[in-house]
T-cell receptor, first 115, second 113 residues
Framework: GAVVSQHPSRVICKSGTSVKIECRSL??????MFWYRQFPKQSLMLMAT?????????EQGVEKDKFLINHASLTLSTLTVTSAHPEDSSFYIC???????????FGPGTRLTVL | KNQVEQSPQSLIILEGKNCTLQ??????????LRWYKQDTGRGPVSLTI?????NTKSNGRYTATLDADTKQSSLHITASQLSDSASYIC????????????FGTGTRLKVLA
């Protein structure tokens, strides 16, 4: 149980385009989902906390207009990287919090490469 | 400031050998501490979780210890295998209304044949 999926697993796009990444909790309801970014040889960095039905809370230094987060249901959150640039190339990981528990379950990650 | 630091930054060992990874934290008030294994290009997978009152927790060849007084934790890997090559991340949660994790810098382990 407690499986989190991400789609796509890998995406390559041209500079200036927008990319949408999906995060799904497959067998549980997640009131809170988290989005992380991980650069090579570094640990995960929290970008934003997403609560179902409300606006996401962004960490300091993360542009909310660039990284659009939608958490429309208890099993799906999406991260859209708008007008992507090469510096946005990174490994994006989501996690889902099992309602009522202080436990995050991580997705397998999405590798974004912006040319 | 809540911080989690790990050492060593990287480690190379021979297959079959044991190793111990260290984690020091300054998170307060402390809720729990987790060790994760992250294979390259994959999301983190939980190995162990310990609360304030727990001193040790095992998961197969992985044994984690916790000293809440000194705010230190260790992850001991016994009889290492090639598949243990990965990054090991120490994650601490604070007692708060949110479920935010504070991530350590990670230790990159390489097991050689």
């Amino acid at each position: 149980g407690a499986v989190v999926s991400q789609h796509p697993s890998r995406v390559i796009c041209k500079s200036g385009t927008s990319v949408k990444i999906e995060c799904r909790s497959l067998d549980f309801q997640a009131t809170t989902m988290f989005w992380y970014r991980q650069f090579p040889k570094q640990s995960l960095m929290l970008m934003a906390t997403s609560n179902e039905g409300s606006k996401a809370t962004y960490e300091q230094g993360v542009e909310k207009d660039k990284f659009l987060i939608n958490h429309a249901s208890l099993t799906l959150s999406t991260l859209t990287v708008t007008s992507a640039h090469p510096e946005d190339s990174s490994f994006y990981i989501c996690s889902a919090n099992l309602a009522g528990l202080n436990e995050q379950f991580f997705g397998p990650g999405t590798r974004l490469t912006v040319l | 400031k809540n911080q989690v630091e790990q050492s060593p930054q990287s480690l190379i060992i021979l297959e079959g050998k044991n190793c111990t990874l260290q984690c020091n934290y300054t998170v307060s008030p402390f809720s729990n501490l987790r060790w994760y294994k992250q294979d390259t290009g994959r999301g983190p997978v939980s190995l162990t979780i310990m609360t304030f009152s727990e001193n040790t927790k095992s998961n197969g060849r992985y044994t984690a210890t916790l000293d809440a007084d000194t705010k230190q934790s260790s992850l001991h890997i016994t009889a290492s295998q090639l598949s243990d090559s990965a990054s090991y991340i120490c994650v601490v949660s604070a007692l708060s209304g949110t479920y935010k994790y504070i991530f350590g810098t990670g230790t990159r382990l390489k097991v050689l044949a």
